[in-house]
């Protein structure tokens, strides 16, 4: 099993930043893969992006150059560095790890971007 716990989401205006942050616990793989998706008000969960345990990233289009996916293995923590901040990611923000055929999710950080 793993666990996964979100922190760093908030309120925020427009054009701000914000940094999340998932710790993972318990039996955490070497080889794996971490990533932040996000749900809108309504809408379904999307992809933000991903990181392997040897640092490929992927990106959604809505978020490149804006968001930066990051990891320290040593502490088994992921992180989402945010910018630029717009309306239209408000959303809850979840992580997720995948190893072994296995996904496991946090429960969610809400970030509240204000126009």
């Known amino acids: 099993q793993v666990q996964l716990v979100e922190s760093g989401g908030g309120l925020v205006q427009a054009g701000g930043s914000l940094r999340l942050s998932c710790a993972a616990s318990?039996?955490?793989?070497?080889?794996?893969?971490m990533a932040w998706y996000r749900q809108p008000p309504g809408k379904q969960r999307e992809l933000v992006a991903s990181?392997?345990?040897?640092?490929?990233?992927n990106y959604a289009d809505s978020v490149k150059g804006r968001f930066t996916i990051s990891r320290d293995n040593a502490k088994n923590t992921v992180y989402l560095q945010m910018n630029s901040l717009k309306p239209e990611d408000t959303a809850v923000y979840y992580c997720?790890?995948?190893?072994?055929?296995?996904?496991?999710w946090g429960k969610g950080t809400l970030v509240t971007v204000s126009s």
């Open positions: 318990g039996n955490i793989r070497i080889f794996n893969v």
């Open positions: 990181i392997t345990s040897d640092m490929y990233t």
């Open positions: 997720k790890e995948v190893q072994a055929g296995m996904s496991y």
